[in-house]
């Protein structure tokens, strides 16, 4: 369970962000924000020998032999501003449109990814796209944001206030009364979408009412609510404050989704009357309901509403005979796809098969669709400190998009790919061409090797540094240095590591993807997808009619 200890213990206490939870999910993102030394105005730049173990040898790439000469980089730099002189704003309407949000991907994330998708000098998916911008992530009351207020902002285009999800910034977090009042709710462009006739949808590794799908289809004070167990611990009434689990089946906007595919079963089943389908264990409401029996039956009468949670089941859909699916193939968050390869869990479906069935299904409507697609996991790994997890999910992520793009012509179809937030995870020390990036870099002043990826704060600290004798410890005599679930050095403790606040970068492809050049606020993103599919009330690509 992740709780906060001894002296951090009060200080969160007393900031009024404290929140037990029943498991060890990623349901609270702790900021910290330290004031900085006296002497920080020291700026000293240090240009370190390189290791004796870490000297660079031949590159390792394919093209090993040709970047050894001038004219390889000449001719590829040609190359490049061609292809840059080549590019055409495309300036159709938008009938399709896949948003794919990488759940604390930082740029850092993205360049580890790279090398350990295929070579430092290679693109993963989205990195060819024509169009790349940077989005301003703060929240209204916060420098550094969670998954809450940057899912209002890049979802519904209104920013709000840390820890609040489809509320404006009139609502405070764990307000009880204050999301009832209606004018504070902001509209999603999922909403938008399909008052426009198109059919929208989620995709997700996360559990389906976690912050970021949230953003969909929730107006709520805190994003903890997910059931009504939650709901009543912060001492709010649930007859007064629907949980999103709730509003996931009765809301305004999520009933009228075709698809939502994720997990987090636990939060629509009662723990002392229902079993979970897989495990057997009970969920996490309290008020005796059955949330998904009462969305199979909530459709009109006629309506086709089918509801899986393996992968064999998901599968089998038939895109042209469902009108509306719902997917949840775990208790919490979807397993991690290390775990799912390396443990033959066989039933958990992939993303990119999420989303290849999603977009089977949303396809059927002649119209079009609004697709959220979110790697959600990437957060969870470097919340842990796992940088093995989240990276490998940042790659498997861009398997997915590959998907998408090839699945779908650039003519119609407006691809947006972005991250909510930063992490404190570095990309640093001088590490070979080619060398792992999950190993070390090279070695310290104090003669103990220090590694290519880093954190600013997390658990890691505990494993890397012996407080009593003030000493590192030594990554190469880790026995668990290469598990999937290894943890990475941190330079403070914390329970769990914390989000960055620098910019993130979104990348575009297809109809109007020129509009998201540039530097702009986290809340413009859905208002330029809205004006290439001619939705919503805002500016639009074509006339009114």
């Known amino acids: 369970m992740y709780r906060t200890v001894g002296i951090v213990l009060i200080v969160t206490i007393a900031l009024g962000v404290a929140h037990p939870s029943l498991s060890d999910e990623y349901d609270n993102d702790k900021v910290q924000h330290p004031r ?21 040898g031949l590159p390792k790439s394919k093209n090993a032999e040709q970047e050894q000469t001038i004219e390889y980089w000449r001719n590829q730099a040609k190359a490049t501003v061609e292809k840059l002189l080549a590019k055409k704003e495309n300036t159709n309407v938008a009938k399709n449109v896949i948003m794919f949000l990488g759940d604390g991907m930082s740029i850092s994330t993205v360049a580890m990814a790279r090398v350990y998708a295929g070579g430092e000098e290679k693109p993963l998916s989205f990195e060819e796209f024509p169009f790349i911008g940077m989005s301003k992530t703060y929240c209204v009351n916060y420098q550094v944001a969670d998954s809450a ?14 820890e609040t999800i489809g509320v404006n910034a009139h609502v405070p977090v764990r307000d009880c009364n204050a999301a009832r ?8 462009i999922g909403q938008w979408a399909m008052d426009a006739g198109k059919d929208a949808g989620i995709v997700t590794t996360t559990r389906v009412t976690h912050a970021s799908p949230s953003g969909m289809y929730a107006h709520i004070a805190f994003r903890d609510w997910e059931d009504d167990y939650w709901v009543q611990m912060d001492g709010c009434s649930p007859n007064e404050v629907d949980d999103i689990a709730e509003q996931l089946v009765y809301g305004e906007t999520a009933p009228r989704l075709r698809v939502i ?8 089943m009662d723990r002392e009357i229902h079993q979970d389908y897989e495990t057997g264990r009970g969920g996490y409401r309290s008020d005796g309901r059955h949330l998904i029996n009462e969305w199979l039956k909530n459709g009109p009468v ?15 859909v038939d895109p042209h005979r469902t009108d509306r699916l719902l997917g949840m193939f775990e208790p919490s968050h979807c397993v991690y796809n290390l775990d799912r390869v390396h443990k033959n869990l066989d039933e958990e479906p992939t993303l990119s098969e999420m989303v290849d069935k999603a977009t089977d299904i949303l396809s059927t409507n002649p119209d079009g669709f609004f697709l959220f697609v979110e790697g959600g996991r990437i957060d969870h790994g470097h919340h842990d400190n796992q940088a093995r ?22 003519e119609d179809t407006l691809i947006v790919v972005t991250s909510d937030h930063s992490h404190s995870v570095s990309f640093s020390g001088y590490p070979s061409r080619g060398q792992d990036i999950f190993g070390p870099a090279g070695t310290g002043k104090d003669g103990i090797p220090y590694m290519t990826i ?8 505990y494993k890397h540094v012996d407080e009593a004798k003030g000493t590192r410890a030594n990554v190469r005599e880790m026995e668990d240095a290469g598990a999937d679930d290894f943890r990475f050095p ?15 970068a979104v990348y575009a492809s297809g109809p109007w993807a020129h509009l998201f050049t540039g530097s702009y606020e986290q809340n413009v993103i859905p208002h330029m997808m809205a004006y290439a599919a001619c939705i919503g009330n805002g500016l639009k690509a074509c006339p009114e009619n």
């Open 302 to 316: 006629g309506q086709n509403r089918t509801f899986v949670w393996k992968r064999s089941d998901l599968m089998a």
């Open 490 to 504: 941190a330079m403070l403790p914390v329970e769990l590591e914390t989000h960055g606040g620098e910019d993130v």
């Open 181 to 188: 009042n209606r004018t504070t709710h902001t509209s999603s």
């Open 261 to 268: 595919l994720g997990g987090g079963r636990r939060e629509f």
């Open 36 to 56: 900085l030394p006296d002497d920080y105005d020291s700026d000293k730049r240090h240009h370190p020998r390189l290791p004796d173990e870490n000297k660079p």
């Open 149 to 162: 207020c940057t899912a209002t902002a890049y979802l519904t285009g209104v920013k709000g206030n840390y």
């Open 454 to 461: 880093s954190y600013a704060n997390g658990l890691g600290f």
């Open 389 to 410: 997890y989240a990276i490998d999910e940042t790659v498997e992520f861009a398997k997915a998009i590959e998907l998408a793009r090839k699945k779908f012509s650039e």
